[in-house]
């Protein structure tokens, strides 16, 4: 079966929209929304969203419980659209599990009113295609599904397509400063979706409907600190909804959730370490001379700290200590414990 691109995908769906796909490739963003673009394209209804839009992710997922929402019938409409994703393809050929996946996959032709999409991960399956034909476990999986690549755009498109993200939000941005964005934040679209949704509420608490050059430093965070640097700022700036959502990337691309608690506990202890010095009148210079921290990463440390009150930082030093001990001792699994501390502070 041929590789098809998003623009291919895009209008196939809008003539025949049932179908059973692989989507796979660098950007993830562009995934997330063919997915949705399918969902519209069944006219699935918002109402009986439960029954008729089964979203399995790794943690739910085995083959059976595949089979099972494979199997069951759509209520009060004709289609219904399974999605399974996180899936590390290169792991499942190691371990053997791609046959299992694949004898569940074989299930589809019994239940024929299911749209369904395995949305692999950037970098979870070998990518190696002489041209448009698949190879390894891509070759596998195409005597399923229908591959669809979804490539990282270009440098015009993505410039383009910035401009008029910023449009939606209701901002004027030039593409001059829109590449200017991209150059500072990285070319991940779901970090440059949020960073703009960022921006856009800044400029409008401003009072102005135009993005301006200087607001990006200001406002939004370089590309080697966006993570779990973000993460940190997103808890502890009270955006429970952005830390929510840098975590769904994280565990969509299968961080493990204790890498994550760790990289957490070493930036909280710091940013304290950091609140105690600046209370004590030391500048950035001086604090990444004592602490040997990154000069870079000591002064943006240092703006976070400043906005924080101590009590507030050793609270959230204090959780972030015992949720890191629970996960490690298993009391709380993985992602639901970075998502009890998201709640708590």
Not at 71 to 93: D, H, Q
Request: with cysteine; net charge negative; aromatic share 8%.
């Amino acid at each position: 079966m041929d590789i098809i691109s998003n623009a291919e995908f895009n209008k196939r769906i809008k003539e025949a929209p049932l179908g059973a796909y692989l989507f796979y490739g660098e950007e993830d963003y562009l995934k997330s929304h063919a997915v949705k673009a399918l969902k519209d394209a069944l006219q699935i209804d918002e109402a009986l969203e439960i029954f008729n839009f089964v979203q399995l992710d790794v943690l739910d997922y085995d083959p059976e419980r595949l089979i099972d929402a494979l199997s069951m019938p759509p209520m009060m409409a004709e289609y219904k659209l399974v999605v399974l994703t996180g899936l590390n393809i290169k792991k499942m050929v190691n371990n053997g599990e791609l046959t299992r996946l694949t004898d569940a996959l074989s299930h589809l032709d019994e239940f024929d009113y299911n749209a369904f999409v395995l949305v692999v991960p950037s970098g979870n399956i070998t990518e190696e295609m002489p041209k448009k034909a698949p190879t390894g476990a891509l070759k596998t999986l195409s005597e399923r599904l229908q591959p669809v690549k979804f490539e990282t755009p270009t440098q015009q498109k993505l410039t383009l397509w910035a401009v008029r993200h910023f449009e939606h939000h209701g901002i004027k941005a030039s593409p001059v400063d829109c590449s200017y964005l991209i150059e500072h934040c990285g070319r991940s679209m779901f970090t440059l979706s949020s960073e703009i949704e960022k921006l856009s509420l800044y400029a409008r608490s401003q009072g102005r409907d135009t993005l301006e050059r200087a607001d990006i430093p200001l406002i939004c965070s370089e590309e080697m600190e966006y993570g779990a640097f973000e993460f940190s700022n997103a808890i502890l700036d009270g955006r429970r909804g952005d830390a929510l959502s840098i975590l769904s990337v994280m565990k969509f691309k299968q961080v493990d959730p204790l890498m994550v608690m760790g990289e957490l506990s070493g930036i909280f202890s710091d940013l304290l370490k950091i609140k105690i010095m600046s209370l004590s009148g030391k500048n950035a210079s001086q604090i990444a001379a004592e602490t040997g921290i990154n000069p870079h990463k000591a002064g943006l440390y240092l703006n976070s700290a400043r906005k924080m009150e101590l009590s507030r930082l050793q609270r959230a030093v204090s959780m972030v200590s015992e949720t890191d001990l629970a996960m490690k001792f298993r009391y709380d699994s993985g992602y639901l414990g970075l998502e009890k501390l998201i709640c708590s502070l």
